[in-house]
């Protein structure tokens, strides 16, 4: 049944005939001054519509901002469906999307959770509140969306992840990490303090709407588990999500159908 639920989503998306407007913006930073480029997609017939809910989507490491939208362009159509708007910003080749203790030009928690919001608040109609956003992303971006979801709880209502690196600990030597948070052997409680599975602390039950996937012959398949067991056990409710997939677009290209369908029906209840 699961599978064949998958089969349809896949397909709805696919067979979608709507045109949504995609703008590449250039948003200014002042935390790292400089200028960043940014994919925005807006439903067709947004401007005879109301405030807007937005989706923040994040690329993961070595991408860029045009990564969704290129590689998964079934998120226009979903755009125009759901009647949300989808922002994806570019988070640097391996930002991780914190705001770097050791590199001033690594300050991307600051971007997307402030500088970024609000930019999009000032130039869109949106729904100017928690209730209005949510936030996700693949990989290094599913790290960043819960990273940002949790420590920015008055920013945004939800927050999901898809094959996300939710425990960075394992990978010391991996993704430019190291050159954002200084090495694991010198800064262990840096690294302690800037991975998602250590955050749950800050969540009570009704914090966050959460949803979580992973492809189960993803390298990232492990800590995943390990952060839904860790959901379990402080009874934060959550949406995970496992199935047959690799880290790759293949599995992407499907994930975010059933992320988006999921932020859907959390601005609908609002």
């Not at 896949?10 to 935390?31: E, G, K």
Request: with cysteine; proline share 4%; charged share 20%.
């Amino acid at each position: 049944m699961k599978n064949y639920l998958l089969l349809l989503l896949v397909m709805w998306c696919a067979t979608a005939t709507q045109a949504a407007q995609v703008d590449t913006a250039v948003v200014d930073s002042r935390a790292m001054n400089k200028a960043i480029k940014t994919v925005v997609i807006v439903p067709e017939n947004y401007s005879a519509l109301d405030s807007l809910p937005v989706v923040y989507l994040l690329h993961g490491y070595s991408g860029n901002y045009a990564d969704w939208v290129n590689k998964a362009p079934e998120i226009k159509d979903l755009a125009d469906r759901y009647h949300f708007i989808i922002v994806c910003p570019d988070g640097g080749y391996g930002s991780w999307y914190w705001d770097s203790p050791v590199d001033p030009l690594f300050q991307y928690e600051t971007f997307v959770s402030k500088e970024l919001v609000d930019w999009v608040d000032t130039n869109y109609k949106t729904i100017r509140n928690r209730k209005g956003r949510a936030i996700t992303g693949l990989s290094m971006g599913g790290h960043g969306a819960l990273y940002l979801a949790i420590r920015h709880l008055d920013v945004y209502g939800a927050g999901g992840s898809t094959a996300g690196g939710v425990d960075i600990r394992p990978f010391p030597l991996n993704w430019d990490m190291a050159k954002r948070l200084g090495s694991y052997a010198d800064n262990p409680e840096r690294w302690e303090k800037h991975t998602v599975i250590n955050l749950l602390h800050r969540l009570t039950p009704d914090a966050l709407a959460l949803v979580i996937d992973c492809g189960t012959s993803d390298f990232f398949y492990g800590v995943n588990e390990q952060l839904h067991r860790k959901l379990l056990e402080r009874n934060i409710p959550h949406t995970y999500i496992t199935g047959p997939g690799a880290h790759n677009w293949e599995y992407w290209q499907q994930s975010i159908c059933y992320q988006l369908l999921y932020f859907h029906k959390f601005f609908a209840g609002n």
